[in-house]
């Protein structure tokens, strides 16, 4: 197919770097990225962190500035969610009824934060964490003493438990599983990070909600535990995961199954569409459905394979997964499969300022963490990328320098 | 122009893949600078990622570039220009040369201008 125009559904993380990618990979043909938000681009990450915290500003959360997209010749049309697609056109139609047409159709709208079933009501207090409206709502409802409850122990919960509570907000942090996030971190880890709240003065709580109470206004006051416990609050998050945001691709009959389905050069079940980041759902070689990611830097990582699949270029090779959080002192990376079968290998140790946490299976390393030492985690993720063969005994000894270990010298 | 150079390091004290971090106190620039050992070259940017704060003096330092060692943000070390996500601002660089074993740096001296 001759490609000279691609509209871009979706100007986030995946998005935009299909944008930017096409143009460094040499397309010189009309790009357009059409996002609901009346915002350019920006990142999200900071949402829960220093954005919430107030220490940093919409115009630095930018992926680039106004003047990139005039050199590049990237058009943006924000403001307007789309409401429907026909790929056989490949039209997109706006909620303010303009339709634009492209030869190829880029999905990259991302998730939608998952509501509590309980929260049926018109409450003002009840909030979720997706885009910057809602981190400056969240923001402006915390400040010294406001009781927050925190549904979901996720990475955005907890990450959101810190923030507030630096904010001087008296935080309860619920989530069924104890510790949470074992299938992100590995067990180890997450019994480490689940212990660290306490420090920040975060109350941890297993359990789920079984009732929200509201006042005459309808904003909520409190929350049943299943456990009976009442809890008085002024205000909740709700971090409870994503649903990949598929209605239109749905709609529009293409193959979806927890995300839109796409092979490895980022294709639907129509050849005129593609779908990538949080949305989209790999099926590998062998047919089998991946597990969809929902984080940064495979979000980049999809943009730049889909901008190389509408260009008919070959997949570039893998990365290991890699990603990051932020909370109270600590800055936490992973890289490749924290909870596949393995054993743990400790360099340094939970009571340090910095450890890092392999995985190892006989010689090869299949993910580590660290705390606080972001380099060996940089070092992991080269080495599984690569396949270099590793000892428990050069992994777990401080002295042996990792930046070394990649290029396959002990030293 | 006043002479505003300082002997940082001699040559072999930076490891390759290596940096040191120069203080601000030291150089009165507005940041701490970064001075890199990368494959044989010395480079200087200055230290605090355009993105967050992060020292590009402990990053990861490899085929001319460096990726900060928070959100691992890339640019290119001899023109300080971002190469990726989430940084989108271009680092200022600084001249650094290598002279008879020392290497010495001129803060505010943009690299490859002759100071
Ligand atoms: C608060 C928060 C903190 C995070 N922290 C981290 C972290 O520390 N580390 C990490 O690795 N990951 C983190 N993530 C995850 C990371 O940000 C996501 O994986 C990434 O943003 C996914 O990119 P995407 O482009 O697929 O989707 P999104 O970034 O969600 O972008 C989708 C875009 O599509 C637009 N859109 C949706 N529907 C429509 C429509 N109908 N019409 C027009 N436009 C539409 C939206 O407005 C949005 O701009 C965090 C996410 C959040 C929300």
């Known amino acids: 197919m001759n490609v000279s125009s691609v509209l871009i559904a979706g100007g986030g993380m995946a998005g935009f770097q299909t944008a930017s990618s096409l143009r460094e990979l040499g397309y010189a043909g009309d790009i357009t990225i059409v996002d609901a938000s009346t915002a350019p681009p920006y990142d999200r990450p900071p949402l829960s962190k220093d954005y919430l915290l107030g220490s940093s500003t919409i115009e630095h959360l930018a992926f680039a500035k106004p003047e990139w997209y005039v050199e590049k010749n990237i058009a943006l049309v924000l403001g307007s969610a789309i409401t429907a697609l026909d790929p056989d056109s490949g039209t997109v139609t706006l909620a303010n009824g303009r339709d634009l047409c492209a030869d190829v159709v880029v999905l990259a709208l991302g998730g939608a934060a998952r509501k509590l079933p309980l929260d049926t009501g018109t409450a003002s207090n009840i909030h979720t964490l997706r885009t910057v409206e809602d981190a400056n709502a969240l923001h402006a409802a915390i400040s010294v003493g406001t009781r927050l409850l925190i549904v979901g122990a996720g990475l955005i919960g907890a990450e959101t438990a810190s923030s507030a509570a630096t904010l001087g907000a008296t935080v309860t942090l619920v989530d069924p599983f104890e510790p949470p996030l074992v299938p992100v971190v590995g067990l180890d880890m997450a019994r480490y990070l689940h212990a660290h709240h306490a420090g920040s003065g975060i109350r941890t709580i297993q359990g789920s909600l079984t009732q929200l109470i509201a006042d005459d206004s309808g904003d909520y006051v409190a929350a049943v535990l299943e456990s009976g416990e009442r809890l008085d609050i002024d205000q909740i998050l709700v971090g409870i995961g994503i649903t990949p945001n598929t209605q239109l691709a749905v709609a529009a009959g293409l193959e979806v199954d927890n995300g839109v389905i796409v092979d490895s050069n980022h294709r639907t079940s129509h050849p005129r569409v593609f779908s990538t980041g949080d949305m989209a759902r790999t099926r590998t070689a062998d047919g089998e459905l991946a597990r969809r990611n929902e984080h940064w830097e495979s979000a980049r990582l999809s943009g730049t394979a889909t901008a190389r699949g509408i260009l008919g270029l070959e997949p570039d090779h893998a990365d290991s997964h890699w990603f990051w959080s932020d909370r109270a002192g600590i800055h936490l990376e992973v890289a490749g499969d924290m909870s596949a079968a393995a054993e743990s290998v400790f360099r340094g140790s939970t009571q340090d300022d910095s450890f890092v946490l392999f995985r190892v299976n006989g010689s090869t390393l299949v993910a580590a963490a660290s705390i606080n030492d972001s380099m060996a985690v940089r070092a992991a993720r080269r080495i599984i990328a690569a396949g270099t063969a590793v000892t428990a005994a050069d992994l777990a000894n401080p002295a042996v320098n990792l930046k070394k270990l990649t290029r396959g010298i002990a030293s | ?115």
């Open chain 2, 1 to 115: 122009m006043s002479e505003n150079k300082f002997v940082v390091a001699q040559d072999g004290d930076i490891e390759d893949g290596e940096a040191i971090k120069i203080d601000r106190a030291i150089t009165g620039a507005d940041d701490d600078i970064a001075v890199f050992f990368d494959n044989g070259e010395y480079f200087a940017l200055n230290d605090t990622c355009s993105h967050a704060t992060a020292s590009l003096s402990e990053g990861w330092i490899e085929n001319g570039e460096v990726e900060c060692p928070m959100h691992s943000g890339r640019f290119c070390l001899a023109s300080g220009e971002v190469l990726s996500m989430p940084a989108s601002e271009n680092m200022r660089t600084h001249r650094v040369v290598l002279e008879n074993g020392d290497v010495i740096l001129y803060p505010g001296v943009p690299a490859g201008v002759k100071a």
